[in-house]
């Protein structure tokens, strides 16, 4: 699994390393939006016979983004927070010898309202030692996230508000963290609406929702630095 943070870092991952099975694309990215980034790889793969089946992946459901992901050569369409089973219902779609997939239950409480993690493990097909690692990536990288989210507020840069709490917003997705999710979610829409008043009570929720999330989260890294099964129980008791 690679990791990257705008559409341009996902065009230099698809040239450079080994063919992908399929790209998640975040449709809103610094740089290069998830429109323009699949429109340049599908430029790419002209004459190649190529097709890396590209998910669009978008918080926003509003009218027209399907289409507009299809248009731009995107196979299919997941809204965030993506829940498990509409998640494993699109890879079986785009995957063309993809197992269809099984699923109880995709309702467990968020990760720090419950010590299991149990929904959060899900959403990386049960590999407690990848969701370590986005941990530990998660713990070196929301502090520089809410430093640019400061920085917009005090400049009163909605645009730029928007593109960072979008970012930290698609990251605390992956641990199923809602509070935070939300908090990240209420930013993202002041900045929508263009007056940021609101931003700086909103900015601090933010901050203390993180600030519960984050012992768990740290707890969880550790197994990334000591993959002993003590350590890899940590996935299952937070």
Not at 25 to 35: I, K, N, R, T, W
Not at 80 to 88: G, T
Request: hydrophobic share 45%.
């Amino acid at each position: 699994m690679t990791v990257v943070r705008n559409g341009r870092e996902a065009l230099a991952a698809l040239e450079k390393e080994k063919p992908f099975d399929v790209v998640l694309m975040d449709v809103q990215m610094p740089e290069l939006d998830g429109l323009e980034a699949t429109a340049a790889i599908r430029a790419q793969e002209k004459g190649t016979g190529r097709h890396v089946p590209i998910l669009a992946m978008t918080a926003y459901a509003m009218n027209g983004d399907r289409e507009k992901c299809l248009a731009a050569g995107m196979d299919g369409y997941v809204a965030k927070p993506a829940r498990r089973r509409e998640l494993l219902d699109a890879l079986d779609a785009v995957l063309p010898n993809a197992t269809p997939s099984t699923c109880e239950s995709d309702g467990p409480p968020a990760a720090g309202e419950n010590t299991e993690w149990s929904e959060a493990l899900a959403g990386v097909g049960g590999d407690s030692q990848l969701l370590a690692k986005l941990a530990g990536i998660f713990l070196d990288e929301y502090p520089k996230e809410l430093a640019v989210i400061r920085s917009t507020i005090n400049e009163g840069d909605s645009d730029g508000l928007l593109l960072a709490a979008h970012s930290l917003k698609g990251e605390l997705s992956t641990f199923v963290a809602r509070a935070a999710y939300e908090a990240a979610l209420r930013l993202e829409t002041t900045a929508r609406q263009g007056d940021l008043s609101a931003a700086p009570e909103g900015l601090s929720t933010l901050i203390q929702e993180l600030e519960r999330l984050r012992p768990a989260v740290t707890a969880l890294a550790r197994e990334a630095a000591d993959p002993s099964p003590a350590a890899a129980r940590l996935a299952r008791k937070g």
